[in-house]
């Protein structure tokens, strides 16, 4: 049986007319050669998909990287969001995950490139996201990946229900990566799309961020918080009031601001269309609030030094999997005996309906942040005489039915709206590009396919690499 190309294709229906919409053009058949053949392909060079190569490599595995940017790194590097949360339960009395992140955090830390801030709810570091950028290209390379930067994965070759292949373009051309087990760490599950596997959008798509770098912050501190004037005067430069917050860069005096809040019209930036205008949107936003500050605070020296090179975006497709993690899950710390993450971060739902973002912790607080306004504390559910501190992502939430060798790892995992707005966070995340890793070589080393490894046997080595099992 030959392998088929599996690609799922959709129209640009912006740009079309309802008749054109039904066109389709038959392209010239085309040889497409061979470029390599690996053990594990990961698809997307995030943070989670470099994790998931690092992982697969440290193994013995042949890795190949597949990243359609310039560098490495994803939201942290790419997007400029320069956070991760803490290593320690709600409470701050365990610590819940370790590996490569810890790991990075302490090359980072050997360039003076990294600030703490110990047992803080919001976030526990703040980095320099160009020298991450450095140091993740460099643990590529010295754990012998195979790197494709500024490579597109356009379509899925597959074989029965295996896939076989992944079609790949950038500037030598067009070529096939043929590997024995996939990782779909695109972060839109770009793959398992491409391979018609069951995907959805949530009803309540969280709005994604433009963040920006800029100087003198502290003209805009000393006299106001920004969350003040996007509530007293952000209407006029049409500035939606969502929610406020940055942070510095380590060894400079630059600040990180993440305060813009772009819809897309109902879809969401897995589509052409939407994430043309939410980059767009973004950036419009950030003049906005560069002329919102030299309106209304006469003499700062705010000046604005870097745009990101793709805006942060918190959700787009999820991929169905074996199990779909829900908020009662997170909410109620359920443990699971495939776990390979553990989080506490907070969950931080981000309303379509209002301004500001609802905190929900796991003791059963609840806080209402809005820009400007004095915090509202409350309660999602009534006290108890004791509290779960951390929540867990099992392994099966990873593993979509319909191809075997293929594993996701990222925001895109099988969660519902409640669930993802607390595991969607780096921190976590990074995780899943580690299990995914592991997985993915005890599959090729056992001669099976990803999805069936033994889960003693991964939660195993795991723990061997660094993680912290629970």
Same mark, same amino acid.
């Given at each position: 049986?030959?392998?088929?190309?599996?690609?799922?294709?959709?129209?640009?229906?912006?740009?079309?007319?309802?008749?054109?919409?039904?066109?389709?053009?038959?392209?010239?058949?085309?040889?497409?050669?061979?470029?390599?053949?690996?053990?594990?392909?990961?698809?997307?060079?995030?943070?989670?998909?470099?994790?998931?190569?690092?992982?697969?490599?440290?193994?013995?595995?042949?890795?190949?990287?597949?990243?359609?940017? !310039?560098?490495?790194?994803?939201?942290?590097?790419?997007?400029?969001?320069?956070?991760?949360?803490?290593?320690?339960?709600?409470?701050?009395?365990?610590?819940?995950?370790?590996?490569?992140?810890?790991?990075?955090?302490?090359?980072?830390?050997?360039?003076?490139?990294?600030? &703490?801030?110990?047992?803080?709810?919001?976030?526990?570091?703040?980095?320099?996201?160009?020298?991450?950028?450095?140091?993740?290209?460099?643990?590529?390379?010295?754990?012998?990946?195979?790197?494709?930067?500024?490579?597109?994965?356009?379509?899925?070759?597959?074989?029965?229900?295996?896939?076989?292949?992944?079609?790949?373009?950038?500037?030598?051309?067009?070529?096939?990566?043929?590997?024995?087990?996939?990782?779909?760490?695109?972060?839109?599950?770009?793959?398992?799309?491409?391979?018609?596997?069951?995907?959805?959008?949530?009803?309540?798509?969280?709005?994604?961020?433009?963040?920006?770098?800029?100087?003198?912050?502290?003209?805009?501190?000393?006299?106001?918080?920004?969350?003040?004037?996007?509530?007293?005067?952000?209407?006029?430069?049409?500035?939606?009031?969502?929610?406020?917050?940055?942070?510095?860069?380590?060894?400079?005096?630059?600040?990180?601001?993440?305060?813009?809040?772009?819809?897309?019209?109902?879809?969401?930036?897995?589509?052409?269309?939407?994430?043309?205008?939410?980059?767009?949107?973004?950036?419009?936003?950030?003049? !906005?609030?560069?002329?919102?500050?030299?309106?209304?605070?006469?003499?700062?020296?705010?000046?604005?030094?870097?745009?990101?090179?793709?805006?942060?975006?918190?959700?787009?497709?999820?991929?169905?999997?074996?199990?779909?993690?829900?908020?009662?899950?997170?909410?109620?710390?359920?443990?699971?005996?495939?776990?390979?993450?553990?989080?506490?971060?907070?969950?931080?739902?981000?309303?379509?309906?209002?301004?500001?973002?609802?905190?929900?912790?796991?003791?059963?607080?609840?806080?209402?942040?809005?820009?400007?306004?004095?915090?509202?504390?409350?309660?999602?559910?009534?006290?108890?005489?004791?509290?779960?501190?951390?929540?867990?992502?099992?392994?099966?939430?990873?593993?979509?039915?319909?191809?075997?060798?293929?594993?996701?790892?990222?925001?895109?995992? &099988?969660?519902?709206?409640?669930?993802?707005?607390?595991?969607?966070?780096?921190?976590?995340?990074?995780?899943?590009?580690?299990?995914?890793?592991?997985?993915?070589?005890?599959?090729?080393?056992?001669?099976?396919?990803?999805?069936?490894?033994?889960?003693?046997?991964?939660?195993?080595?795991?723990?061997?690499?660094?993680?912290?099992?629970?």
């Amino acid at each position: 049986m030959k392998p088929r190309i599996a690609t799922a294709a959709k129209p640009w229906a912006s740009s079309l007319t309802g008749g054109e919409r039904n066109m389709t053009i038959w392209e010239e058949r085309r040889e497409t050669p061979v470029v390599g053949k690996f053990d594990v392909c990961v698809i997307g060079g995030s943070c989670t998909g470099v994790f998931a190569a690092v992982r697969a490599a440290r193994l013995g595995m042949k890795v190949v990287l597949v990243e359609r940017m !310039g560098c490495f790194g994803g939201v942290a590097t790419l997007s400029l969001v320069n956070v991760w949360h803490s290593k320690y339960d709600e409470v701050f009395d365990r610590q819940i995950f370790a590996g490569l992140t810890l790991e990075v955090i302490e090359r980072l830390r050997l360039r003076d490139a990294v600030r &703490d801030r110990e047992k803080n709810p919001h976030w526990e570091w703040s980095f320099n996201p160009q020298e991450l950028q450095i140091e993740l290209d460099a643990l590529v390379s010295e754990s012998g990946i195979h790197p494709c930067l500024h490579t597109t994965f356009v379509a899925a070759l597959r074989d029965g229900p295996r896939m076989t292949g992944a079609i790949i373009e950038n500037k030598s051309g067009r070529g096939v990566i043929l590997a024995r087990q996939f990782i779909d760490a695109s972060g839109d599950g770009d793959i398992a799309d491409r391979l018609g596997l069951p995907t959805y959008v949530s009803s309540h798509t969280l709005p994604s961020t433009t963040c920006a770098i800029f100087s003198g912050w502290e003209s805009v501190e000393s006299h106001h918080r920004i969350g003040q004037l996007l509530r007293e005067h952000g209407s006029e430069f049409g500035l939606p009031q969502g929610v406020a917050w940055g942070a510095h860069i380590p060894g400079s005096q630059n600040f990180m601001l993440a305060a813009t809040r772009i819809y897309t019209d109902g879809t969401n930036c897995a589509d052409a269309d939407a994430l043309t205008r939410a980059e767009m949107e973004g950036r419009r936003q950030i003049r !906005g609030l560069m002329d919102l500050v030299k309106k209304h605070i006469p003499g700062s020296n705010l000046v604005l030094q870097t745009l990101p090179a793709r805006l942060g975006i918190r959700e787009t497709r999820h991929v169905k999997c074996r199990h779909q993690l829900s908020g009662d899950d997170v909410l109620y710390g359920r443990k699971f005996d495939d776990a390979i993450a553990n989080g506490s971060y907070r969950v931080d739902i981000h309303h379509l309906d209002k301004p500001g973002v609802t905190f929900r912790y796991l003791d059963g607080r609840q806080e209402y942040w809005r820009p400007g306004h004095p915090l509202e504390i409350s309660r999602w559910r009534e006290e108890t005489p004791t509290n779960p501190t951390f929540y867990q992502i099992p392994f099966r939430s990873m593993t979509p039915e319909g191809c075997p060798n293929l594993l996701v790892a990222g925001r895109m995992i &099988d969660a519902d709206p409640v669930a993802h707005a607390g595991i969607r966070v780096m921190v976590n995340m990074n995780q899943t590009g580690e299990a995914a890793g592991v997985a993915a070589a005890l599959a090729v080393k056992d001669g099976i396919d990803a999805a069936t490894v033994s889960v003693k046997h991964l939660r195993e080595e795991l723990e061997k690499g660094g993680s912290i099992v629970l």
